[in-house]
C-alpha cells in the first residue's frame, strides 16, 4: 500500500488523498491557518459522529475499510516475516557500532522467531525445529 506524501521538497510526511501539502506546508503554501484548524475540526466531528453509531466498521472511510478487510484476508503472516528479514539486513549493512547492532540483532530476531512460531501455528506445523536452528544461529553470532 503506498500513501501521498507532501509536495514541498524533503518533507516527507502523508497526506490524504485528496490534499497536495501536510498541515504544516498547507499554511506556509497560502492557506489560512483557520482553514487548517476547520478542516481538523470537521474530520473530528465527522469521526465523533461515526463513533455514536457504535459500529467498529463505521469508525473509518470506505477506501480504508476495504484496505483493512483486504488485509485482514491475508492468512498468515509472510509480509510482515519478510519485512522482518529486511529490517534484519538492513541492520546489519548500515550500523558499525557493534554493541548497538548486536542489540538491534537481538531484538529484530526475537521478534522473527515469535512471527514464524506464529506462522507455523498458523499453518500447523510445528516451531521447534526452527526455534532450534535460530537459536544455533545466534549462539554462533555470539561467538
Known amino acids: 500500500m503506498t500513501g501521498r506524501r507532501c509536495a514541498t521538497p524533503r518533507c516527507g510526511r ?37 463513533l455514536a453509531v457504535g459500529e467498529y466498521r463505521a469508525l473509518f472511510e470506505t477506501r480504508l475499510r476495504e484496505v483493512i478487510t483486504q488485509a485482514a484476508a491475508e492468512q498468515g503472516l509472510a509480509d510482515e516475516i519478510g519485512a522482518l528479514r529486511f529490517v534484519l ?4 549493512a548500515e550500523e558499525e557500532d557493534t554493541v548497538r547492532l548486536a542489540a538491534g540483532v537481538a ?7 515469535q512471527a514464524a512460531r506464529a ?3 498458523i499453518s500447523g506445523e510445528r516451531a521447534e525445529a ?14
Request: aromatic content about 6%; proline content about 2%.
Open 89 to 92: 539486513a538492513r541492520l546489519l
Open 14 to 50: 502523508f497526506v490524504r488523498l485528496e490534499e497536495v501539502w501536510c498541515a504544516t506546508h498547507r499554511v506556509a503554501a497560502g492557506e489560512e491557518p483557520g482553514a487548517v484548524f476547520e478542516t481538523a475540526l470537521a474530520r473530528r466531528e465527522d469521526f465523533q459522529r461515526r
Open 107 to 113: 531484538r529484530v530476531a526475537s521478534v522473527a522467531i
Open 119 to 121: 506462522q507455523r501455528a
Open 130 to 143: 526452527l526455534t532450534g536452528a535460530i537459536a544455533r544461529l545466534l549462539i554462533e553470532l555470539d561467538e
